[in-house]
């Protein structure tokens, strides 16, 4: 049962600004929206935590409406460096406890010159 | 570098052979979790421990298992192995008992191949 939906792929050029969205519909009042990034043969790697309306840090920005049922993931000037796979994570209301996180198929994005 | 190590690296096995999977989390974690990433299943979550305790349970098979030790290494076990256990394995660790407030930090992974 998935608890988020991603694009599964995006295609972009260097230093274009690249928009990822995920859906979460059933996000629970206490739940961080968290986003990881993957390159092959790696472990996921934390890129940015909100909980509502924009966070940003040196790496991303985080866009999140108000309802919280979706969130978008921003990066700015994308490189080659920046292909990979992108998940987004939220709570899962039915499981509060012990900390199960569900990664979903996440996007792949593709950065060409 | 995320601070957690998992050793070894790359492990080539037989069908029916036993392996053990070592991850040290970062300094000052308390929570170790343990996923598996398949090509056909993604990346899926297997077991969480906190203080040595087991906290949950994912997608777990009977023949594996896992321990947190007192100073907060874990193991994971697997045993009887099958040619569909290939995968990578990951760890990561965070600093509380819920994952969700805290981010992750993985390790690089141990390849796993059964052969």
């Known amino acids: 049962l998935a608890k988020t939906t991603q694009p599964i792929s995006m295609d972009s050029y260097e230093g274009q600004e690249v928009n990822i969205t995920c859906s979460h519909n059933n996000i629970a009042t206490n739940d961080y929206i968290t986003w990881y990034q993957q390159f092959p043969s790696q472990g996921p790697r934390f890129i940015i935590q909100g909980y509502k309306t924009k966070v940003t840090n040196e790496v991303a920005s985080l866009f999140i409406p108000a309802d919280r049922k979706s969130s978008t993931l921003s990066l700015p000037r994308v490189s080659l460096s920046d292909t990979a796979v992108y998940y987004c994570l939220v709570g899962d209301p039915r499981y509060n406890q012990g900390g199960k996180l569900i990664f979903g198929q996440g996007t792949e994005l593709s950065v060409k010159p | 570098d995320s601070g957690v190590t998992q050793t070894p690296k790359h492990l080539i096995t037989a069908t029916g052979q036993r392996v053990t999977l070592r991850c040290s989390p970062r300094s000052g974690d308390l929570s170790v979790y343990w996923y598996q990433q398949s090509l056909d299943q993604g990346l899926q979550f297997l077991i969480q421990?906190?203080?040595?305790?087991?906290?949950a349970k994912g997608n777990i098979l009977e023949r594996f298992s896992a321990q947190q030790f007192p100073d907060l290494h874990s193991e994971l076990n697997l045993s009887s192995l099958e040619l569909g256990d290939s995968a990578l394995y990951f760890c990561?660790?965070?600093?509380?008992?819920?994952?969700?407030?805290?981010?992750?930090?993985f390790g690089n992974g141990t390849r796993l191949t059964v052969t």
């Open positions: 421990y906190y203080n040595g305790e087991e906290r």
């Open positions: 990561a660790s965070s600093p509380g008992e819920s994952s969700y407030n805290s981010p992750l930090h």
